[in-house]
């Protein structure tokens, strides 16, 4: 077994523009507020692209690339980061054959925006 391995760049141009297209959904509803226990949850259905949307905003929170509910960009926390990607591909094994052409490419796409995400944080290392 050779340690050479080759990368097929050609996926950039592709990832990018699903990373421009997820980031244009999520900016008009962005990720909840912060909401005080008598408030009601925040409306809207409760559906598959909601709960990918969730997971993959944690996970964006976690690597620092989205603000948080007071506008600041927390420092990476690569674990919990991470943790919410295996859930999400947890989540892809388990509902393989069973989703929409849809509901798959949303959560095709966030998968594969939060890989390269989270790549790129990681060779960023933690903020000072």
Known sequence: MTDDKHVDESWK??????????????????????QKESEAPPSGPADFPALVASLASGALLALGVLPDAEGKTPPPDFER???????LDMLAEKTKGNLTPEEERHLTGALHELHLAYVEATRRGPKP
């Open 13 to 34: 141009k592709q990832a990018q523009a699903e990373k421009e297209k997820l980031d244009a959904a999520s900016k008009p509803s962005g990720p909840p507020p912060a």
């Open 81 to 87: 980061a991470r943790f919410a990607i295996d859930l």
